[in-house]
């Protein structure tokens, strides 16, 4: 009984010598064992904070949880008490979060947080509220630098909205994503692109296939590819690569290719929706054009869509493998538009050397999203070469 007095005594008559402006307890579970009792261990966690009372310290109590129960008494007692759990995941680094449960007298932001332990300290990540974040901008169009195509989009895809490129692997999400912020570049615009499921030389492949100078535009500083690892980033750590790229870097395009492997970031998959649209609204907001990818399962014929976001987009863009006189062949269309008109035909396209290539309306097919069209006019409409399938 004596090791607890003599303990907790030495440790006043120290504050008193050194005059700390902070004071760490690490941690609580040591006093409970030499407490021995959990009526001691209170009276004593009452004592050090009466101690303390009017000392101008700001004390810390650490508590590794390590008691069978919850010890709310100690929390009335404490002016603030801030949660940290460590989350296992099936696979990839351990995600780690915070949440503020009391603070007496101050106004906090509540919610879990994510953070990370790193040389030099913590980096937390405070949940993102889009309706903290306002800008006055101009909702004009941005253009893909296809004329084709712009005409199918109205013009383009206006600032401040997101819209979803989604179709099965390989169909041209990626390369269409890809157009639009090496084109925004050229404008002298800032682009970013998190890349979840390919590498940088896949992109750099990609992009000298169908003559896009990626090369240049990044030397020059206005397009950065940010390859993401799905296992090691947490929803909190992306939102704020996202916010960075915004706010710091002046990024007017932000290309997240794709959502499929974003989903693998997120240990949760019921809060995705609500990740997404809290970090969709935030974008449009500051005036930025979102693009997401998102690739279906399937290739031709019924396709599967592993999360359905296209009620959160502005305009949804469709691209499909179909099949005629034994080749395959690309459609897209614009299926969905918030913001103006838009062209409702589907049109092929094909991806070569010279970019992307936009032929007339398929006024002479039916069927054509489900892969299996079927011939009904009297002159064959498609485009006449069929070179690069690059994708």
């Known amino acids: 009984m004596l090791e607890l007095g003599e303990t907790m005594q030495a440790i006043f008559e120290r504050v008193k010598e050194t005059r700390p402006t902070r004071v760490v307890f690490d941690s609580l579970s040591e006093v409970r064992l030499l407490a021995q009792s959990p009526l001691r261990y209170r009276r004593q966690i009452l004592a050090i904070k009466h101690f303390f009372n009017g000392r101008g310290t700001t004390v810390v109590l650490l508590d590794d949880l390590s008691s069978a129960q919850n010890d709310l008494q100690l929390h009335s007692i404490c002016h603030g008490v801030v949660l940290l759990e460590q989350i296992p995941v099936d696979y990839g680094a351990e995600r780690r979060r915070l949440r503020i449960v009391k603070m007496r007298g101050t106004r906090y932001r509540a919610g879990f947080h994510d953070f990370m332990i790193e040389t030099g300290g913590l980096t ?5 509220i889009a309706s903290e974040h306002h800008k ?43 157009t639009f912020a090496v084109t925004a570049a050229i404008r002298g615009e800032h682009s970013v692109i998190f890349a979840f499921d390919e590498g940088r030389g896949t992109i750099d492949a990609r992009a000298r296939t169908i003559g896009l100078p990626l090369q240049s535009v990044i030397d020059s500083g206005l397009v950065r590819i940010q390859q993401i690892d799905p296992a090691e980033v947490s929803p909190g750590g992306f939102a704020h690569m996202v916010r960075q790229a915004v706010e710091a870097d002046g990024a007017r395009i932000v ?34 054009l979102t693009i997401l990818v ?21 305009a949804v863009i469709m691209l499909r493998y179909f099949e005629a006189d034994g080749s395959v062949r690309r459609a897209l269309s614009v299926v969905k538009k918030r913001s103006g008109n ?50």
Request: aromatic share 8%.
């Open 124 to 128: 937390i990540f405070p949940r993102l």
């Open 342 to 391: 838009h062209e409702h035909t589907i049109r092929e396209f094909r991806l070569s050397a010279a970019g992307i290539s936009v032929g007339p309306p398929l006024t002479q097919f039916t069927g054509i999203f489900s892969g299996t069209p079927r011939y009904v006019g009297e002159r064959e409409p498609l485009l006449t070469e069929n070179t690069d399938d690059s994708h």
């Open 294 to 314: 998102l690739a279906q399962h399937g290739l031709v014929g019924p396709m599967d869509t592993p999360l359905d976001i296209s009620y959160l987009s502005d």
């Open 136 to 178: 006055a901008f101009a909702g004009d169009f941005t253009p893909s630098g296809n004329a084709e195509l712009d005409l199918m989009l109205g013009g383009g895809l206006e600032r401040g909205t997101n819209a979803l490129f989604i179709g099965g692997a390989g169909v041209g999400k990626s390369s269409l994503a890809l």
């Open 255 to 288: 290309v997240i290719d794709s959502l499929n492997g974003y989903l693998n970031a997120i240990p949760d998959g019921r809060f995705l929706i609500l990740q997404m649209h809290e970090l969709l609204s935030y974008l449009s907001q500051l005036g930025v």
